[in-house]
């Protein structure tokens, strides 16, 4: 019923920028909290950054002072504003979001970032 469709992925040299988008479909963001994951071939899928129903936010420690993640609910949509980038975090980045009042939660199919030179 609910669907994420993740945007902002694409080839980047190190230390370069992108910033990601998910945008949900007939869904109210502030009644969920949203996330950003990703996950690299041959390894588990991970937090990356986190924010809940009030704009509390919570960051992996290997992106700290480097990614941020918003949201705007008149939009529907969550972003991740990744600086500083490093060839290590190359991997599909997918965006997750959880009902409060359903207690379900929604992946969406994942955008892929490249760090390279």
């Known amino acids: 019923q609910v669907q994420l469709v993740e945007s902002g992925g694409g080839l980047v040299q190190p230390g370069g920028s992108l910033r990601l988008s998910c945008a949900a479909s007939?869904?109210?963001?502030?009644?969920?909290?949203m996330g950003w994951y990703r996950q690299a071939p041959g390894k588990q899928r991970e937090l990356v950054a986190g924010?809940?129903?009030?704009?509390?936010?919570n960051y992996a420690d290997f992106v700290k002072g480097r990614f941020t993640i918003s949201r705007d609910n008149a939009k529907n949509t969550v972003y991740l504003q990744m600086n500083s980038l490093k060839p290590e975090d190359t991997a599909a980045y997918y965006c997750?979001?959880?009902?409060?009042?359903?207690?379900?939660?929604?992946w969406g199919q994942g955008t892929q970032v490249t760090v390279s030179s």
């Open positions: 924010i809940d129903s009030g704009g509390s936010t």
């Open positions: 007939g869904s109210i963001y502030r009644r969920y909290d």
């Open positions: 997750k979001g959880r009902s409060l009042a359903l207690g379900l939660s929604y």
